[in-house]
C-alpha cells in the first residue's frame, strides 16, 4: 500500500511562494495530485500528475503552481507562486493506482491513497 507524507506547508505573505514536497512508499500509482481543503469548503483537486507526466490544473491556480515530481526519490512536488490568501487551505497529497480517466483525475473520489495534509496559510 502507497504510504504519503507532505511536508512544507507554512505562512506566507499574499505574492509569495511555497513548495510543498510528498514523499510516497511504495511510488506505486497512476496519478498523484494535490488537493486542498479550506475550513468550511469542499475539498477540491489543485494539480494532478500522471505517470506519463501528464498535468493539469484547476482553473484557479494554473499560471501560478506546478506540480512536478521526482521518481528517484518517490516525491512529488507543488511549487506554488503568486500565492493569495484564497490559497489559504490543508493541502493534501493524494495517489491512485486505478484507471479512472483522465478526464476526472481532479476529482477526490478517485484517489485511494491520502496523506495527512500541511497547512498553507496566505495573509493579504
Known amino acids: 500500500q502507497i504510504k504519503l507524507m507532505e511536508s512544507g506547508g507554512g505562512s506566507v505573505q499574499a505574492g509569495g511562494s511555497l513548495r510543498l514536497s510528498c514523499v510516497a512508499s511504495p511510488d506505486t500509482y497512476r496519478y498523484m495530485a494535490w488537493f486542498r481543503q479550506a475550513p468550511g469548503k469542499e475539498r477540491e483537486g489543485v494539480a494532478v500528475i500522471a505517470s506519463t507526466g501528464g498535468t493539469k490544473y484547476a482553473d484557479s491556480v494554473t499560471g501560478r503552481f506546478t506540480i512536478s515530481r521526482d521518481s528517484a526519490e518517490n516525491t512529488l512536488y507543488l511549487q506554488m507562486n503568486s500565492l493569495k490568501p484564497d490559497d489559504t487551505a490543508m493541502y493534501y497529497c493524494?495517489?491512485?493506482?486505478?484507471?479512472?480517466?483522465?478526464?476526472?483525475?481532479?476529482?477526490?473520489?478517485?484517489?485511494?491513497?491520502w496523506g495527512q495534509g500541511t497547512q498553507v496559510t496566505v495573509s493579504s
Open positions: 493524494a495517489a491512485s493506482a486505478g484507471r479512472s480517466s483522465w478526464t476526472i483525475a481532479l476529482r477526490e473520489g478517485i484517489y485511494e491513497y
